[in-house]
């Protein structure tokens, strides 16, 4: 994972950063990061990413073979790959914390750079940036309509591959998540590994209580017993009977799990008989098919369950896999720019961003001029400055609370599962006047009109 | 990309090992890969991955760094970490190789190793195979309505991840696709990569027309230029000034980009103004939310588009992000082994799958017992045998090769974008009896029924 990744950008960056070069263009461009519009059910985003962009940022490079490739492509004077190979990463990131809240149009992130650096860094920081969000706040909704019950990140087999299964397992961390069953995110990122056996061990036995006492020998702490491979309540009877027997040990049996069938009536009818052989106290653990909608449909019709294992829904977004994230060029030298472009509007200029509240909770945003004088909290911070960072990487921990201090004063009809209301972002008297008289200017030079 | 990935496993699968180990189980187990059902709309699926799960494999191993991680978890043995410091993979693969067509149930790779290390390469096996199914076949789907016209993979800033972005290039490279923006898959597996200009370079000049003379005269041999920044058709006959001022200069413009509007109307009023400037032979590339369903509707409009950069939509396959893949234990020993999970349906023991055509056209599959007498085609072969690969890297144009062939031969119906006809896959005498049989054993060993 920590290879040169200066080459994972859209060829297109390469061609324009060589004719900025050829056309001698190094003033300092500012770029904006934001997404132009919610996905489905989506009525707010969490603010993750920006550990991993600053990473890559400090470190922007190409190596020779990096060069080497670019060469073969024969579009590429000799000149210029050697200025490539001089490059550094040079400019001032603007950015939301991890862990916050934000909506769609407000920049979560600027870039300013001498054009070339700021072009060649766009996919990387686009990828980074929206993969993280995405999951993020999938992961949120997950823990909201959790209620409490302890989440466990299970997506690791069928995340987009292996820096998405990474991500996964962060993000939903951040957003509250207990823990993750991805040993590699355990190992990089500290957060805790969960996880005991799979339909594999149970059928590797001549019998499933073979497989149960085999286990329970081996992790006499930690045992979780999986009750559904070959029938969930015939499989709870066996639980309850090597249950029983760990209690004469003098050892007590941490869970069972279920993962097929009717979650609600199933963990109705498990914790009975549990209940009957006086072991009330064993956490059901269900996993499955789980995300927002169908922990949400469990919970309110009264399943028993303590704990989820939240997988592939949840690992890849899916109802929601991307959002409409953007990286524009907002301002070239002095000069606001923007496009046109049916549908796409773009907020010209550098900005902020102003959280308004009443008591604690969260009212509305406003989306300001950088340099605006506005009332507010700003909740862009100066992360980096000429290629430097000044945010240190901070401890997972403080991001995951930051999002949860946040997330407590959203009011509940942003935070709704379907169709949440839409938070109210405004723009402030001077992003309002600078846009309008950007859009005039543009739409008379380039239309023609007056 | 080169890390070691050992880890990249779900904690289970080692709890799992430190249970067999513990009680001395070393037999060879053989688990089984496939596809429960089909997402929406899809009727078959493309097969990709196996190169980098034979890579995986074959360098299995622990590293001294992943064991301390492994001891700080507190729950495994001095013993067990020991054993697994000297872990390497020893086992057998069979498997259906990458660009052939596959079907739900068909096992599309079986791996026949001692049961620990069989089961501690679960994870990443199922990850890299899912992932790249899900996009070759997604991608079949852009290539099979675009009926010749040229496809540029364009999803590199929202693939999930750095990983995904090389995965999304190589599989639909495989499935069809010219080339694409990711520049360090055009480094890794030689794809062509492809790409001109963003919005940002034309707002970066004072007027449009200044970004188009500007970018053909770095590349006058290869200048696409974006119109559509401000107004597409306004764009357009700026793009036909600058294409006058070539051919004057003796050099050609290559082609026009279109990026947001209506695609079929924008594309035709282009062709019409490219025309009348005697410009007709520069292309008309269109971009922006293309994937299988608006390809297709387009071209049916007729739209005058002669190529289409396929991104974001295609990238994490939107309509249907992961398949629902598994890997299942099938044999332990000498015994079938299945799970009678609700709805999750095992085949037992090794299999084969045979290929049944009428003159070219695939006609059927049958799924058989490995050693069982059967006519048509064998599909899986023997990829790996203790531990070393015997398929050696394939060309990815030799991949790309086979998948034509294939697709070719596979019928239209099978093929339709919404509600495709069922391929008709048996199973052969052998296995039905040794499934059914295995199916009534369990039964009446662990639920009592005679």
């Given at each position: 994972?920590?290879n ?19 056309n001698r263009?190094?003033?300092p461009a500012?770029?904006s ?9 989506r009525?707010?985003f969490?603010?993750a ?5 600053l990473?890559?940022?400090e ?5 020779q073979e ?5 060469t ?6 000799e000149e210029f ?11 001032n990131?603007?950015?939301i914390p ?6 769609k ?9 001498p054009?070339?650096e700021?072009?060649?860094v766009?996919t ?7 993969l993280?969000?995405t ?6 909704r ?6 409490g019950?302890?989440l ?10 292996v820096?998405?299964g990474?991500?996964v397992a ?6 509250g998540?207990a823990?993750?069953?991805n040993?590699l995110?355990g ?7 969960a ?10 036995f ?20 999986l009750i ?13 009977k090597?249950g029983?027997e ?6 007590r ?17 498990v ?7 006086d072991?009330?106290?064993v ?11 169908k922990?949400?449909e469990v919970?309110?019709?009264?399943g028993e369950?303590?704990a989820f ?9 899916a109802d ?5 994230m953007?990286?524009k060029l907002?301002?070239y030298?002095?000069?606001?720019v923007?496009?046109?472009s049916t549908g796409k509007r773009?907020l010209?200029a550098?900005k ?9 909770n969260l ?7 950088r340099d ?17 960072r000044n945010?240190l990487?901070e401890?997972?921990?403080a991001?995951r609370?930051?999002?949860q201090?946040?997330?407590m004063?959203l009011?509940?009809?942003?935070k709704?599962l ?18 309008e ?5 543009v739409r ?7």
């Amino acid at each position: 994972m920590k290879n040169n990744l200066a080459l994972m950008a859209d060829f297109y960056e390469f061609t324009m950063a060589a004719a900025y070069y050829q056309n001698r263009m190094f003033a300092p461009a500012t770029f904006s990061l934001f997404i132009r519009d919610y996905p489905p059910h989506r009525g707010y985003f969490v603010s993750a990413g920006l550990e991993e962009v600053l990473e890559f940022l400090e470190s922007f490079h190409f190596t020779q073979e990096d060069l080497d490739y670019l060469t073969t492509t024969g579009l590429f004077s000799e000149e210029f790959l050697q200025y490539l190979s001089r490059l550094k990463f040079t400019g001032n990131v603007f950015a939301i914390p991890e862990g916050r809240i934000f909506f769609k149009d407000e920049p979560i992130l600027e870039v300013t750079a001498p054009i070339i650096e700021a072009q060649l860094v766009e996919t990387f920081v686009i990828n980074a940036i929206n993969l993280q969000v995405t999951l993020a706040t999938k992961a949120a909704r997950c823990v909201y309509v959790s209620r409490g019950r302890k989440l466990v990140d299970f997506s690791l087999r069928r995340t987009q591959g292996v820096d998405a299964g990474l991500k996964v397992a962060r993000a939903s961390f951040v957003a509250g998540f207990a823990s993750t069953s991805n040993v590699l995110a355990g190992k990089l990122y500290g957060i805790p590994v969960a996880g005991t056996m799979a339909h594999s061990f149970v059928t590797s036995f001549e019998e499933e209580i073979d497989a149960f006492r085999t286990f329970v020998r081996t992790f006499p702490g930690n045992a979780v017993l999986l009750i559904d491979t070959y029938d969930t309540l015939s499989g709870a009877h066996k639980a309850v009977k090597v249950g029983r027997e760990m209690l004469n040990r003098g050892e007590r049996l941490l869970g069972v799990r279920l993962d097929s069938g009717d979650m609600t009536d199933l963990s109705k009818e498990v914790r009975k008989i549990l209940k009957a052989a006086d072991l009330g106290e064993v956490s059901i653990f269900a996993s499955g098919a789980f995300d927002e909608y169908k922990i949400s449909e469990v919970i309110e019709k009264g399943g028993e369950i303590d704990a989820f294992g939240v997988g592939t829904k949840m690992g890849v977004s899916a109802d929601a896999p991307y959002t409409d994230m953007a990286y524009k060029l907002v301002q070239y030298g002095r000069r606001p720019v923007l496009k046109l472009s049916t549908g796409k509007r773009t907020l010209v200029a550098e900005k902020q961003v102003l959280r308004i509240r009443e008591g604690s909770n969260l009212t509305k945003d406003i989306i300001a001029l950088r340099d605006e004088k506005a009332v507010g909290e700003p909740i862009l911070k100066t992360v980096m400055e000429n290629g430097k960072r000044n945010l240190l990487p901070e401890p997972l921990a403080a991001i995951r609370d930051r999002f949860q201090q946040e997330f407590m004063v959203l009011g509940e009809a942003y935070k709704s599962l379907e169709n949440p209301k839409t938070f109210p972002v405004e723009l402030s008297p001077g992003l309002t006047e600078l846009q309008e008289r950007t859009v005039h200017e543009v739409r008379e030079k380039e239309l023609g009109e007056s």
